[in-house]
Structure formats: structure tokens, C-alpha cells
């Protein structure tokens, strides 16, 4: 990547609009295209973009990089109808939470003078659109690069450079397997869960009496209906395993209780106390 | 309450010594004991109490109050064995996550010229000891009152005074039963779940992939083993009742995937969207 480079963002959102906001603050030329012309003009006035319309080949047959920032089904097919107009050596990548089912299909069904680089930024916030668009929701995250054998050198080290441009806190390498397996633990179950325990209790006065450990587990049961079913069912076989795998997790917490199991209970207790610690931030 | 009065402390932990934080910023003459000598010197050093001692009976014949901040079975012990001292009139309270087994035990077995109110701060931290303590913690948190039959208007003025000295946020009254049913599911089960959700996965580089959405639903996956299984245990029942619901609600979610019913699952994720808005804070 250099700065005589123009950035194409396919999918103006909430990850889209911080992508461009990062790669804007660096110098680069970026440029969108979404269907809502007033994600454009908000991030045209905003100084997100520097120009942008809802559809425009021009844009895409000017883009030197594309960061496709649509839900998984959507790209696929964008994808498909789109390629046509890419420059020869172009480099996309993408923002997909699953790759599996996403990344074959993509590259399947693509020119071969382009290289498509799977990555996965493990950034959010519980709202969307561009108008909550922020960079810094990358500063202290993951990002995942999940190549295949129909990437290259060149493809990667792309990708990286993207991520280390945006200033991700750090950058890890998964196939697509492996990345689809730990998000439908550290992300897909965890959004099961969150959703599970919103709905298990319907009492409206709960509120007058939760303690923050409510809150933090049901932070993200405010949830994209849209885009959360896409990756579920996206990534259906490995989360229904995680599901049950914490399932048994759980019933072994209930039989200790239900055996009046003292030291089995304050054992996986132990256990959950010396595992979390790993995960403190460095 | 008023300012002439002595506080006794019983158990200069986290939350007894936030509570002496609480009451000598609000210019209260705060003492306290504990097992612990350090906590007590530690204490003294830094201000947060007048005096202390690790076994003196002449600090609870001195008291005009006492917050028993120690661990429900622990505190039950102590009420039994020292209630012998109190001053005659005096109001005691605790800060007990569990009501219903431990209550009505101490109330009836206590001299009927005293008050026991039992009532329960909403906050904490996933550190114990006195020397994390923090007043700062109460000032968004609920306070719950759970009186029984055997008390008065004037005891729970009494702990409503102190929740209101100490500048909880929200102050509410509960029946130890309803207290121990919502307590079930608001804390610990979510405990529970967090605790399930940290041991069903032992892969050790998950915390270079992570993202929030994990971090936030195992913060408390730190557990202190002593007096969450003392929590757990004196609320069997209904903790095991609120897990079966929970699952119950997981289970239809995994139903919703297995059978590809996308408009089922979509349904679920905008019910919880809808419920988890209630409870942002205002």
C-alpha cells in the first residue's frame, strides 16, 4: 500500500466508516460506495470519505485496494457481479465474521489476476451505521488474517501492512477453519449466551435491582438481528458444537450444586479464576 | 443515625472497609475487627477507620451500630456467639448476597431487645481486601433492604438512612424470598455462566483472537471460590432452577439453528434487543 493509492470501501457502516476514518488519518485516498446515499453524503460532509456514491463502476474501476465491508452473503454476491471492473492486481479483502463459507465461495469464482486476502477485524460496537464510525475501535484490538492456499506472500504481507496502517493492537494468521472455530467460541457463543440469559427472565423491575455483572454479561444481547443470523447460520456446525460443549459445561456446574459437590464446585471455580487471568489485557 | 454514634464494623474486607470509607468521608467515628491484624493496621494507617482490633469485645460494647460484613455462614456464627455484647436498641445489618437461609436463622435465635435488618449492597469488585476498598463503588449501585415480619418501620429507616449516607443510587425493599429469586438469576447465574463458559475451552492462544464480547462475559470468570460456593449453596434451589431456564432458553436457540428456522432465531435476538434497552442505565 502507498499513499498514491485510492481506497475503495464497499459498505459504508459502522466498520466500513472506521476503516476509511483510520486509513484517512494516514493520508490515503479513500473513496465508498453503499446503497444508502445518506451514509455517502454524512461521510462525504464528515471528511470520512473523499468522494463516494450508491453505485458506480467508475469507483470500483478506480480502486487500487477494495475493503469489502458487506455482511458475508452480500459480498459473495457483490463479489461475483463486480469483479468485471477491478483493476489486473488489484488486492480486496474483507471484513466477514466467518470464513468458511465465504472465503471458497469467493474464490472460487474469481478472476485470477486479482487475489482476494480474508481478514477479520475483532472490533465492534453495539450500534451501527457510519454515523458511529470510530478508528479507535481498532486501536486495542485483534485483527485476523486467514489465508488459503490460493493466497500469496504478496497477499498477506498486504494485509498486514492494511492492519498495521489502521494500528490493530495485534495481528495474528488462522486458516479459515481455525478462524471460523474459535469465533464460534470467543464471539458466537458468547452472543448466544448473552441473548439466552435476556430472554430467560421476563420481570420488568429487574433493572431497579442489577448489579453490574448483569449488565456486562448482556452488553451484547443488543444485537443486529440481520448480520448475527447470517454468521450463525454461516458458521451453524461448529456453533451448535460450542453450544453443547458449553451446555456440558454448565449441567457439571449443576450436579456439583445438586450433590452438594463443595469441592468440585470451588474447583471449577479454581479452574475459570486461573484461565480468565490469562486473558487480562497485557 | 447521626454523627455521635460509633460504626462497627465486623470484617474489614472489600466491602466493610468501602462501607468505612463511606461513613468517615460523611464525618461518622467508624471502627472495626477482623481476623486479619494486617487489615487492621492497614486500615488505621490509611484512614479509612478510627481504631480496630482483631477480638475485642469492648468494640462491640461500644457500638451503636454494626455492619456485619462477613461471609453469611461466618456472620451467622459471629451473631450467635457476641450478640451477648451488643448495646441494648441496636440496629446490625449485613451485606449478605443471599437472604432466605440466613435471615430468619438469626433473627431467630437473636435477643429481642436488638434489630437485625438484613440488606445487601449491589456492587463489588473481582479483588477482596480491605486494601481495594472504594466508596466510589456504591455510588451507581442498588441497595436492597429485605425485611422480615420481625421488623420495624424504624429498622428499615435505619438501613435506608445508611444506603442514602453512603449515596447508593438506588435503594429498593424486597422480600428475602423475591431477593433470592432475582439474585438467582441477575448474579448468579450469570456467575455460573461465566464460570461454564471460561472452562469449556483450555486452548491456550484463544486471548491473541479475542475481543470484547468475551472479555466482557468472563470478567467474572475471577471468582472467589470461598464465598461464591457459600452463595451458591445457601441458594441451591433457585440457582438451580434459574440454570434450567437458561438452558432451557440456550436449548431453543441451538432448536432455532438446527432447523433453520432463520425468522425464529431473528425473533429471539429482537426480543433480547428490546429487553436489554430497559435496563441501560438512565
Known sequence: MNQNQTILIVGLGLIGGSYAKGLKEKGYAVTAIDVNQQSIDYAVENHIIDS???????????????ICALYPTTMIHW???NQQFFKSGIFITD???????VVDVIQSNLRNDVEFIASHPMAGKEVSGVQFSDSNI?????????????????????????????????IVTLSPQKHDEMIGYLSQLTHAIAVSLM??????????????????????AKINEIMWS????????????EIDS???????????????????LKQLFIQSTERRKQFDKE
Do not use: W
Open 52 to 66: 463516494g456514491a450508491t453505485n458506480s463502476i467508475d469507483f470500483i474501476r478506480n480502486a487500487d485496494v477494495i
Open 79 to 81: 463479489m461475483k457481479e
Open 95 to 101: 471484513v466477514s465474521g466467518v470464513k468458511c463459507n
Open 138 to 170: 481498532f486501536k486495542q484490538a485483534n485483527f485476523i488474517i486467514t489465508p488459503t492456499e490460493k493466497n500469496t506472500e504478496r497477499g498477506i504481507a498486504f494485509a498486514r501492512e492494511l492492519a498495521e496502517t489502521i494500528q490493530f493492537n495485534r
Open 199 to 220: 430472554n430467560a427472565n421476563d420481570n420488568p423491575h429487574l433493572k431497579e435491582y442489577t448489579g453490574d455483572s448483569f449488565r456486562d454479561l448482556t452488553r451484547i
Open 230 to 241: 447470517e454468521l450463525f447460520f454461516l458458521n451453524k456446525d461448529i456453533l451448535i458444537s
Open 246 to 264: 458449553f451446555q456440558a459445561e454448565l449441567s457439571n456446574l449443576k450436579y456439583k450444586l445438586q450433590n452438594n459437590d463443595e469441592k468440585g
